[in-house]
């Protein structure tokens, strides 16, 4: 009972630790940001936080994100025409950045983040890119580094559940083993009472 209880009250934590409130709508003036384009670029950490032109960041995200909506077949279909085109020409940008978004994205059927990891950093490496395309890039590679390690915290926790497990159990078995003496001297105690 108690095991159930453990491994209920475990469940829960993690499960309410995987979910999160959907973010809120935000509304963007667009004078505001058409007048902030042409002031300095921030930087924090080497990730360029900018407001840049629509147009310039929409190819790659609009890729990632019409990737993560479609159905397990159609993702399928999506990442042999991309890996197909990546054959042809690996210096093909926008599919490198699909390409790892089909590993990043938690929609993803084909979510792997070592893979990810990988891919992100050989396109962070990459001096082509432009600052919009690298600054994407860089807060897609720091998401996946965040459920990596959400990943391997998730394994440590299964790892302790195990060993809490075995522990749980050998304690019964001490405790029934305990109670079993326990009810011998009991009952010899009774004969010895009886005489």
């Not at 994100?65 to 999506?78: F, H, N, V």
């Not at 962070?124 to 897609?140: C, G, Q, V, Y």
């Not at 790892?159 to 050998?170: M, P």
Request: glycine letters at 2%; a positive charge.
């Amino acid at each position: 009972m108690k095991l159930l209880f453990l491994l209920f009250f475990i469940s829960s934590v993690l499960s309410a630790c995987a979910t999160r409130p959907a973010p809120k709508a935000i509304e963007v003036n667009t004078t505001v940001v058409e007048s902030n384009v042409s002031s300095t670029i921030e930087s924090n950490s080497g990730i360029t936080l900018l407001p840049v032109p629509i147009e310039v960041m929409i190819q790659p995200i609009i890729a990632c994100e019409s990737y993560s909506k479609l159905d397990t077949d159609g993702q399928k279909k999506q990442w042999v025409e991309t890996q197909q085109i990546l054959a042809k020409n690996k210096q093909d940008l926008l599919h490198r950045i699909k390409h790892a978004c089909m590993y990043a994205l938690p929609s993803s059927y084909m979510k792997d983040a070592l893979k990810a990891h990988v891919l992100l950093q050989s396109l962070r490496e990459d001096d082509t890119l432009a600052s919009p395309e690298k600054a994407f890039i860089n807060h897609l590679y720091m998401f996946n580094n965040e459920n990596i390690k959400q990943m391997q915290r998730m394994r440590d926790d299964v790892r302790t559940i195990d060993i809490l497990n075995q522990k749980y159990e050998t304690l019964e078995k001490k405790y029934d083993a305990s109670e079993q003496k326990l009810m011998q001297l009991k009952n010899i105690e009774k004969k010895l009472n009886v005489r």
